[in-house]
């Protein structure tokens, strides 16, 4: 048997294969556990090393809370303007898409919270938790940028979850995360 | 390469002497050094057998004027690193060769063993309303059932034959490599796992027909 070429599996890897190469290559990967393996290996490779470091992250959460202390301690401030400085720090992203911050990946379930990106004129937020077979998990509304699963929702170590959240603009339109997807471990 | 050289690989296959040579080798592996050194490790061992792998690694993409990276062509649809890390794995797996003989892996089966693991996955399937995430192996079956399930072999080969290239790499992945729907929605770039067990539904119904249309029955467990 004459087995995929290195770049044709990393095309495929890619998912940018020529279109006129797809059928070909899927077709041989159907019966070849081999080439299989390559795409499937190189595929977890890839995204264990392509995962963002979570010391970035965590400096990133730091540099916002030293901000946002200097902003509570600075005089005039009260607590209805708390959440300005959040929104600001957890901009929404682009125009059509909400921004996801977390979680992503392999996420520990202690202290699991859900954060986004706040959207210009939202009323409120619609967070939706999903098992992988679909079945929702928790749903709930906020008008925050951060949600915490309630304690009876059982999250298992191992399993896949899905998270996607809506923002409820005041005009009547709607934004979206998108369907994310975290692994929880212990 | 045809005479496309990648931007990554300009300086060090482009160079006008040593120097400007090495520096760009230098240069090209501090760039990659975290991507090949997950290669290394991703074969087990200790670190001693990781830095083996990694030196092995370096060693032969230098080789013959660097005539492996010399070989990557950026027409073909795939990014440097997601080849090179193909590549190095490829690597990794001469240089186990070498060392121990042909590895022993869960992918190292020949196919008729793999068919035929498929086909009792399926077959227990099909004999009942399972949800595609429960499969029923009808391994302990008697005469009279072996000839019906024979039967439903020849009916389910035919019938996987007619399978588009990606139905059937579907069924390899869920039911020869016991692949969860996440990964599997990664691996041929479904939007989300629904796609993929709405997939799989879809050809599981496409079977059962098949089979229902050759009068083939179920068999119980």
Redo the contacts between chains.
């Keep these: 048997m004459t087995h995929l070429t290195?770049?044709?599996?990393?095309?495929y890897?890619?998912?940018?294969?020529?279109t006129a190469d797809?059928?070909?290559v899927?077709?041989h990967?159907?019966?070849?556990?081999?080439c299989?393996?390559?795409?499937?290996?190189?595929?977890q490779?890839?995204?264990?090393?392509r995962k963002p470091r979570r010391v970035i992250a965590g400096a990133s959460v730091a540099a916002a809370a030293a901000i946002l202390l200097v902003f509570l301690t600075w005089p005039g401030n009260g607590p209805e303007q708390l959440t300005a400085p959040a929104a600001t720090l957890r901009d929404g992203g682009s125009e059509s898409r909400l921004l996801a911050y977390g979680p992503s990946g392999e996420t520990a379930r202690a202290g699991l919270q859900f954060v986004w990106g706040s959207a210009p004129n939202a009323a409120s937020y619609r967070i939706t938790l999903s098992r992988?077979?679909?079945n929702t998990l928790w749903s709930a509304s906020s008008s925050d940028t951060v949600a915490v699963p309630p304690a009876g929702v059982g999250l298992h170590s191992g399993e896949?979850y899905?998270w996607i959240v809506d923002a409820i603009i005041k005009d009547g339109s709607t934004r979206s995360t998108g369907?994310r997807?975290f692994e929880v471990v212990e | 390469m045809d005479g496309a050289v990648p931007l990554q690989l300009s300086p060090l296959l482009r160079a006008s002497d040593s120097h400007l040579r090495e520096a760009a080798w230098d240069e090209l592996i501090a760039q990659h050094t975290r991507l090949l050194l997950a290669v290394a490790r991703s074969f087990g061992g200790g670190t001693d057998e990781a830095m083996d792998r990694y030196a092995y690694i370096l060693e032969k993409l230098r080789a013959g004027e660097f005539s492996r990276l010399r070989s990557f062509d950026p027409t073909r649809g795939a990014s440097f690193s997601t080849w090179l890390a193909v590549m190095a794995r490829r690597l990794c797996l001469d240089h186990h060769r070498i060392r121990y003989g042909r590895p022993r892996n869960t992918h190292d089966t020949n196919d008729a063993n793999a068919l035929r693991g498929l086909r009792r996955q399926l077959e227990g399937s099909l004999s009942s309303d399972l949800d595609v995430a429960e499969l029923v192996d009808s391994n302990s079956v008697g005469p009279d059932a072996r000839t019906v399930l024979e039967e439903r072999d020849t009916v389910l080969r035919s019938a996987l034959a007619r399978l588009e290239p990606r139905e059937r790499l579907l069924l390899a992945l869920r039911f020869q490599d016991d692949l969860p729907a996440s990964r599997i929605a990664a691996i041929i770039g479904a939007p989300t796992p629904f796609h993929v067990y709405r997939q799989l539904n879809g050809i599981l119904c496409q079977l059962r027909a098949a089979l229902e249309s050759h009068g083939v029955d179920g068999v119980d467990g």
């Design positions: 290195d770049i044709e599996i990393a095309a890897v890619d998912r940018n294969l020529p797809l059928d070909r899927e077709d990967l159907a019966g070849c556990a081999e299989r393996g390559h795409v499937l290996e190189t595929k490779l890839l995204r264990r090393v992988s077979d679909g896949h899905f369907m997807e």
